[in-house]
């Protein structure tokens, strides 16, 4: 039986690419996306044509309800959830903090804390050991950008995956008995459609200089660095916020 991995905001960037590279290694994948069915039967598409399995399962993992679909929907297509990678998130129209109304906020930490919290809930109810699971990984997506604080472009954001950095470190020591790992990767500036929602399509080439390593990442060197949070080559690895970013 293969074992089961829910991708959050599968259907491009990151979560595309985890969710190609987990299908390799072996897992039944759970392609979520928001509103792009057709990326995301793409991203199934692909991932079938090699020999693996896949479902994409469109839901709102900023609300309750999207949550609770998505994990019904799992349970029902594939079996039950071994690893959870919080990945989907957003950011919006580069500005200071000064320009920022309750709106926004709201929609930042609805979408990038709220609702990471709230997938593992829902996967901790199904792994752990306290509730008869057989335990499981959850991975959180961090950004670099916790740790730098995006001043002038989005500090809402920055402090969103502080949140989820935190989330990260207090989860891990709940549920660590209960043979659930939860662990974080931080990435720096990779190449996806993200910067366009901030409004700059081409933000990662205009950073790259700052980056240590001068240049952007891609979206496979991420995947690999969750895939390995997920494999049992880290089995020792829990409450752990792995930086992939270039040395920024
Ligand atoms: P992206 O290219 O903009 O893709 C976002 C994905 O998330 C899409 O699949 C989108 O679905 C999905 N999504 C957005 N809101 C959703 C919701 N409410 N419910 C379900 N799915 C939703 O983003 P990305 O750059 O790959 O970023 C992925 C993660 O990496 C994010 O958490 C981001 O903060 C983090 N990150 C990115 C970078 C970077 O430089 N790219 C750096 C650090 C951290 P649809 O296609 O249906 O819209």
New binding site residues.
């Given amino acids: 039986m293969k074992q089961v991995m829910i991708v959050?905001?599968?259907?491009?960037?990151?979560?595309?690419a985890v969710a190609a590279l987990a299908a390799t290694r072996g897992y039944a994948v759970c392609v979520?996306?928001?509103?792009?069915?057709d990326?995301?039967q793409a991203v199934v598409d692909a991932i079938r044509g090699q020999g693996g399995t896949a479902v994409a399962v469109?839901?709102?993992?900023?609300?309750e309800a999207?949550i609770l679909a998505l994990f019904s929907a799992t349970d029902r297509e594939l079996g039950p959830v071994a690893a959870l990678v919080?990945?989907?998130?957003?950011?919006e129209t580069q500005m200071r903090v000064e320009q920022m109304d309750a709106a926004r906020l709201q929609r930042i930490m609805q979408?990038?804390v709220v609702?990471p919290f709230l997938c593992a809930r829902e996967a901790v109810r199904r792994m752990s050991k306290r509730h008869g699971g057989a335990g499981g990984v959850i991975v959180n997506?961090?950004?670099?950008?916790a740790r730098l604080g995006s001043p002038g472009e989005y500090v809402d954001?920055a402090a969103s995956?502080g949140a989820l950095d935190t989330m990260t470190i207090g989860l891990a020591k709940e549920v660590g008995a209960e043979g659930i790992r939860v662990n974080a990767v931080?990435?720096?500036?990779?190449?996806?459609?993200?910067?366009?929602?901030g409004g700059e399509p081409d933000?990662?080439d205009r950073v790259a200089a700052r980056v240590p390593m001068g240049r952007?990442?891609r979206?496979e060197e991420?995947a690999a660095a969750v895939l390995w949070l997920c494999s049992d080559e880290a089995t020792y690895a829990n409450g752990a916020i792995l930086d992939v970013s270039g040395g920024i």
Wanted: aromatic letters at 6%; hydrophobic letters at 35%.
């Fill in positions: 959050t905001g599968a259907s491009r960037g990151i979560g595309a979520n996306y928001k509103s792009r069915a990326r995301a469109g839901a709102d993992v900023s609300t999207g919080n990945n989907a998130g957003i950011l979408a990038n609702g997506v961090s950004s670099a950008a954001y995956k931080r990435p720096g500036s990779i190449y996806t459609e993200i910067h366009a929602s933000r990662v952007g990442g979206v991420i």
